[in-house]
């Protein structure tokens, strides 16, 4: 069983070196940022650094990046998500489905103003965290902006994104960017020894688990949990012989995918399919090739518009699929069957 601690918990972010130079650099100097944009894919350490600074503000410099105090009581206080000077904004669960939303509601963005207008009850500022900052509707970053265009005294605001293009101009143009990039393998292999994970042993086998995880510890732990590893490489295996498609094997695919049981398998396969549709269109888009040869199938003279649509339109699906409990089998077939059409 792996020990996967919530980022709230965490007391060592492995990587991003230059993003703690700057925090830890910041805060030292007396002259800290008000906002911070953290971005940068999914699963590489985005919250679980924001947290890490927000346990330094609120600890009065106690607890640092690099010299984390466990036993301060802010600290302990962050762990326990009880800190009456921290604010966090996130998507919150369904309480019939257990399932975490696709959205932040404006409601609980609203929230913000009259959080940051508080005295901070400990001394030490008061801190908010956005995550996944991306996922705010329009009203809700109009509900925020007003405190990142001007905050109350002593008020430090972070936010996560996995991608900033959905984010209000003013509100990228507020913060101090952090840029984050996925983790090495050497990094990666660092934090799933920590968590015990058992990783594969044949060298082969190891690094097609590597290429697969792209850097995100949780798309690793997914990869570990589940049998998405199998899965993918029997995608991987359809969408090399693009445009012919074997329909037999795809449905067989899809059957195996589209279980219940297997939610989470699905959302990491599709993940890595979405994933291998965009690096396809990068490739085409620098005139350079890929691994599945999608790259010169999908980017022809005159394609590349609809390649990127194919792209964005097979990411809408699957999250629509995930979010709304549509039928994923269909969603997987007739992706595939899209691709196929496309890459002809």
Sequence with gaps: MLT???PCQTLAVIGHEDAKQQLNGAYASGRMHHAWLLVGAE???KASLAYLAAQMI????????DHPNAQHPAVRLIAAESHPDLFVLRCPVDEKTGVVKDSIPVEDARKLAPFMGMTASQGSGRVALIDEAQKLTRNGQNAILKMIEEPPTGATIFLTATTVGGLLPTIRSRCRMLPLQPLTDGQLGIVLAR???DLPTDEE??????AASAGSASRAVKLLETDALTLFDEL??????MPMIDLVRVHKLADQMGKKADADAFAVVTGLLVDTLRDAVRAAALGRGDALGLAAKLG???????ALALWESTAQ???EAQSAALDKKLALINALSTVSRMTA
């Design 205 to 210: 086998a190891k690094a097609r688990f590597m």
């Design 236 to 241: 991987f295996a359809i969408l090399q012989v």
């Design 195 to 197: 968590m015990g994970a």
């Design 43 to 45: 699963g590489i350490g």
């Design 317 to 319: 699906t699957f999250a």
């Design 58 to 65: 609120l600890s009065g410099g106690k607890s640092r990046l």
């Design 4 to 6: 996967v601690l919530p």
């Design 300 to 306: 022809g003279r005159g394609r590349l518009d609809k």
